[in-house]
C-alpha cells in the first residue's frame, strides 16, 4: 500500500504525487470577512463594581439581568474623569462587544453620585 507521506526518494517525483492536489496553490480563495458582532444595547445601564484592580487596570461590574460581570478598563475609567472606583460604587455605561475577547466591556462610563 502506497503511503502519503514523504520518505526522500529518488528525485523521480512519484514520492510527491500525494501533493497532486494541491497543486492549484496560486488560486486566489474568497474569504468571506467575520460579521462585526452585535452590541448588546445602545441604553446605558447601571452597574455595580464588584472588583477592580488598580496595580492592573481593569475590574468588573456586576450588571443586574446578566449572567457575567462587565469589564471595566482603566482607560474607560480616564474618559470619563473618574479618578478612583471601590466596591459597591454604581455607574452607568454601554455595553459593547470585545473583538478580541468576546466579552462584554463596559464604554461610556459615567458615574453616579
Do not use: C
Not at 87 to 106: N, P, W
Amino acid at each position: 500500500m502506497r503511503s502519503n507521506t514523504w520518505r526522500g526518494g529518488t528525485g523521480t517525483g512519484e514520492e510527491l504525487d500525494w501533493l497532486v492536489p494541491f497543486a492549484d496553490y496560486d488560486r486566489k480563495i474568497e474569504v468571506e470577512k467575520p460579521k462585526p458582532k452585535p452590541t448588546p444595547g445602545e441604553e446605558k445601564i447601571t452597574g455595580t463594581v464588584v472588583h477592580y484592580y488598580f496595580d492592573r487596570g481593569f475590574g468588573f461590574a456586576k450588571v443586574p439581568g446578566r449572567e457575567k460581570d462587565a469589564f471595566i478598563h482603566a482607560t474607560e475609567l480616564q474618559q470619563a474623569g473618574i479618578d478612583r472606583v471601590v466596591r459597591g460604587d454604581k455607574l452607568r455605561f454601554k455595553l459593547r462587544i470585545d473583538e478580541r475577547s468576546g466579552r462584554e466591556i463596559a464604554v461610556n462610563i459615567s458615574d453616579i453620585h
